[in-house]
């Protein structure tokens, strides 16, 4: 979808190391959304924000980290923490409540 | 928490035959939203519905959505290639901005 951007499409880290996925929208939307997507698991949430310098835990937030210090940016760091981090990580965002999310092309993100 | 969930997890069809998936929730929604994401490509916004019992159709498509507002369908009529994707629920409901999502069910069709 225009609007929002995720950067970079593909991301190769060793194991250990901390790594930040980028995601920057233009549309002036409130919320915004981290998902993993795993073959045959769907979209799984990791945060979510409704508002600047606010944020939840989703379903699979642990081994994970967000800011929201401004509207149009929403950056995840997956951490050392994180036990399994090879996955195809999607950002979203939404005007508001239950509005429809758009989302970014996505990082395939790759550990070794 | 809220649930989502949606079958068949697979549909193989072959061109021309009809397919629907379902999704059922734990709790009633506000909303159910349907998105279809392309073989490499990312999740794509094609409809919501709102209303209890609400039906909607995008040419060969066919919402439906429930009379408790727990459930939803999307059918295809006359499957062609270029329907082949994942195509996700996602239910949205409460006071938050969270929506949750389905497993999906991937259709491939046979030409």
């Known amino acids: 979808d225009g609007g929002i951007t995720q950067s970079p499409k593909y991301l190769f880290r060793k194991e250990g190391q901390n790594v930040t996925l980028s995601c920057e929208q233009n549309?002036?939307?409130?919320?915004m959304y981290w998902y993993r997507q795993d073959p045959g698991q769907g979209l799984r949430l990791i945060y979510y924000?409704?508002?600047?310098?606010?944020?939840q835990k989703g379903d699979i937030a642990e081994g994970y980290s967000v800011s929201r210090e401004k509207k149009e940016s929403f950056p995840l760091t997956v951490t050392s923490a994180q036990k399994n981090p090879t996955a195809f990580y999607l950002c979203?965002?939404?005007?508001?409540?239950?509005?429809?999310?758009?989302f970014g092309q996505g990082t395939r993100l790759t550990v070794v | 928490g809220q649930q989502v969930m949606q079958i068949p997890q697979y549909q193989h069809v072959q061109e021309g035959e009809d397919f629907t998936t379902y999704c059922n929730s734990s709790?009633?929604?506000?909303?159910i939203q349907w998105y279809k994401q392309r073989p490499g490509g990312h999740p794509v916004f094609l409809i919501q519905?709102?209303?209890?019992?609400e039906v909607k159709k995008q040419k060969r498509l066919t919402f439906q959505f429930g009379e408790a507002k727990k459930n939803s369908s999307l059918h295809i009529t006359a499957t062609q290639t270029t329907d082949v994707g994942t195509y996700f629920c996602?239910?949205?409901?409460?006071?938050?901005?969270?929506?949750?999502f389905g497993k999906g069910t991937l259709l491939t069709v046979n030409p």
């Open positions: 549309l002036n939307h409130d919320a």
């Open positions: 709790t009633t929604l506000s909303n």
């Open positions: 979203a965002s939404s005007i508001g409540q239950g509005a429809r999310a758009f």
């Open positions: 924000s409704q508002i600047v310098n606010d944020f």
């Open positions: 996602a239910g949205g409901g409460g006071s938050n901005y969270k929506l949750t």
């Open positions: 519905l709102v209303k209890s019992g």
